[in-house]
């Protein structure tokens, strides 16, 4: 069973960066980490999901939120099955727990979903 | 202010049905077949419950059902039992620069 376990959010000051990991584990020989696309889909205390960055399996199609575009930026590194987020310029509005999501390829929704990471911007 | 809009709460008594609107425009909902369902419980991650618009993964009950109908998709409960109590949350894919839009999530009460 493939799991999902995101790191690295915390308290951060307004204008300040965090780096968010998620690491995949749980696959088999037919299913591997480089199968799906990535994705962080974020939410706010008591609010509902948006959907914030994806890239595809091999890196080349990244796509952001027009909210995050130019602050955040997504990567992958499929040798150690983890996805990341950049989070530079952050705001009070960014505060949200971050949950690191996959697709298989080809599919339009999200399979799988980690149990997110709280990210705080508050001076 | 989400893209897509769903009842804020819903309500049900064990054994019944019910149903959750997620209505949308011709740019998402009405635009692909590409609506997908989420049951969030408190303090916990999403799960997929319906996919393509009707389609369930393996592991979720036949009791959840979904379907579309011009801008409006629509997941249905049957039966519903006391472990349904949860938020929702519809999702569409947009497009090519939008991607993907949320609703903004229903509350289910299971009286």
């Known amino acids: 069973e493939v799991q999902l376990v995101e790191s690295g959010g915390g308290l951060v000051q307004p204008g300040g960066s965090l780096r968010l990991s998620c690491a995949a584990s749980g696959f088999t020989f037919r299913s591997t980490f480089s199968n799906y696309w990535v994705h962080w889909v974020r939410q706010a205390p008591g609010q509902g999901l948006v959907w914030v960055s994806r890239m595809d399996s091999d890196g080349r199609i990244i796509s952001y939120a027009d909210s995050v575009k130019d602050r955040f930026t997504i990567s992958r590194d499929n040798a150690k099955n983890t996805l990341y987020l950049q989070m530079n310029s952050l705001r009070a509005e960014d505060t949200a727990i971050y949950y690191c999501v996959l697709s298989e390829i080809g599919h339009w929704y999200f399979d799988l979903w980690g149990r997110g990471t709280l990210v705080t911007v508050s001076s | 202010q989400s893209a897509l809009t769903q009842p804020r709460s819903v309500s049900g008594s064990p054994g019944q049905s019910l149903t959750i609107s997620c209505i949308g425009t011709?740019?998402?909902?009405?635009?692909?077949?590409?609506v997908s369902w989420y049951q969030q419980h408190p303090g916990k991650a999403p799960k997929l419950m319906i996919y393509d618009v009707n389609k369930r993964p393996s592991g979720v009950p036949d009791r959840f059902s979904g379907s579309k109908s011009g801008n409006t998709a629509s997941l249905t409960i049957s039966g519903l039992q006391a472990e349904d109590e949860a938020d929702y949350y519809c999702?569409?894919?947009?497009?090519?620069?939008?991607?993907?839009?949320f609703g903004g999530g229903t509350k289910l009460t299971v009286l």
């Open positions: 011709s740019s998402d909902v009405g635009g692909y077949n590409y």
């Open positions: 999702c569409s894919y947009a497009g090519r620069y939008t991607l993907w839009v």
